[in-house]
Nanobody
Framework: QVQLVESGGGLVQPGRSLRLSCAAS????????MNWYRQAPGKQRELVAG???????NYADSVKGRFAISRDNAKNTVYLHMNSLAPEDTAVYYC?????????WGQGTQVTVSS
């Protein structure tokens, strides 16, 4: 049974930082590309950042220079380091594991940026 469990969300003031974690089980973690998506109210889910099994990363333009994705294959965990958070970053953040036709999602964690 595949599980992706996100943690680390919460309420944070503008300009502050948060680190999201996603712990995976039931997959051979190091063989999967891992992604973070987010969905704000009334908007479509969008890709925020991705990291390949080789460690190559990609980012949405809106978060470049502020967010960083990393993975720890020994812990089966992917992270999203979020800096200089702004109200427009408010969303539910989802972890995604993808390999060929395999595509798994976590339940999401809420991030709210507000003063």
């Amino acid at each position: 049974q595949v599980q992706l469990v996100e943690s680390g969300g919460g309420l944070v003031q503008p300009g502050r930082s948060l680190r999201l974690s996603c712990a995976a089980s039931g997959i051979i973690f190091w063989t999967y590309g891992m992604n973070w998506y987010r969905q704000a109210p009334g908007k479509q889910r969008e890709l925020v950042a991705g990291i390949s099994y080789r460690g190559n990363t990609n980012y949405a333009d809106s978060v470049k220079g502020r967010f960083a994705i990393s993975r720890d294959n020994a812990k089966n965990t992917v992270y999203l380091h979020m800096n200089s958070l702004a109200p427009e970053d408010t969303a539910v953040y989802y972890c995604n594991a993808k390999k060929s036709s395999a595509d798994y999602w976590g339940q999401g964690t809420q991030v709210t940026v507000s003063s």
